[in-house]
């Protein structure tokens, strides 16, 4: 049996992205060449590892009990590349983080960068997934460290303070709202309102909130990014919510109003969160005491 790292790496892929074109675009792959891939494994074993159906791309028993193996594989690589860093020039250590659409678009950026400056030979894998979907992946091994807002429920997960996350409300300055100060999201959701672009993490999380209010968010068009939100309202196209750092910032350039959100769960303590520190890679718990620091100050 002949499998290397880059096969195990791409089944994790492929399995956790419910896909094999998404699986293969988190690979770096063609997706010819991550099929023959897969094929090539099956093949080996000698059963099916994945079936797919209406809802995308499954992992079969075979595929579960593989996906186990080589999560363990691949997280055991980790540690050794972190021991051996110290001693072996070039080997790379690889840090998987899944973040909320908040921390990976307003707070992380930063951080990171110092992070990866000081540090050349380790890369950082950031994903954004929604919070409730972070801590599942970190208590299941998935990724290293994640960043979540408000998490239902940690247990068994160390949990460390961030960032607070205040959401707000962006209107043109000159709109018939611009004068006050603050506003229920119900309200909000009278008017036309530029969101942000499918699987963003964020939108998905307003959506619940305007669900339970038993409306629906009337999305004249979705953005990629806070800073294009807050230049279509500026134009009139709509309304926004934004994190209030990014209402901020863009308020330095552009005719912008922010209101402040009167829901309470429109202000979010964002927390680190992994599942055992000491098993962590070493790079990897650098870059948890990395992200801690800023937290402390």
């Not at 998404?22 to 079936?51: D, F, I, N, W, Y």
């Not at 593989?66 to 051996?84: I, V």
Request: one cysteine or more.
């Amino acid at each position: 049996m002949r499998f290397d790292l880059a096969d195990l790496r791409l089944f994790v892929h492929v399995t956790e992205a419910g896909s094999l074109t998404h699986g293969a675009e988190r690979a770096g792959l063609a997706l010819a060449s991550a099929s023959e891939r897969v094929k090539a494994m099956e093949e080996t074993l000698g059963v099916p590892l994945l079936q797919r159906d209406r809802q995308g791309t499954q992992p079969t028993a075979a595929g579960l009990a593989l996906l186990d193996h080589a999560r363990l594989m691949l997280a055991q690589f980790e540690r050794m590349k972190g021991e051996l860093g110290a001693h072996a020039r070039g080997l790379k250590g690889r840090i998987r983080v899944l973040s909320n659409t908040a921390a990976i678009s307003e707070h992380l950026p930063g951080s990171l960068a110092d992070f990866l400056a000081a540090h050349p030979a380790l890369d950082i894998e950031l994903e954004e997934r929604e919070s409730p979907d972070i801590v599942t992946a970190i208590a299941g091994g998935q990724a290293d460290i994640g960043i979540v807002a408000d998490p239902p429920d940690t247990s068994g997960l160390e949990t460390y303070p961030f960032r607070e996350d205040r959401l707000v409300l962006v209107v043109p300055a000159r709109h018939a709202l611009a004068s006050r100060r603050q506003i229920w999201f119900s309200e909000a959701l009278d008017h036309d309102l530029v969101g942000l672009s499918h699987g963003s993490a964020l939108q998905a999380h307003l959506a619940r909130h305007a669900a339970r209010l038993g409306k629906k968010m009337r999305l004249r068009v979705r953005l990629t990014g806070f800073d294009a939100q807050c230049r279509l309202v500026e134009h009139g196209a709509g309304l926004a919510i934004v994190p209030a750092t990014a209402a901020a910032r863009c308020r330095r350039s552009m005719a912008i109003r922010a209101l402040r959100l009167r829901d309470p769960w429109s202000v979010r303590q964002l927390r680190i969160c992994v599942r055992r520190p000491a098993s962590l890679p070493v790079h990897a718990r650098r870059l948890l005491e990395h992200l801690k620091r800023p937290a402390q100050r």
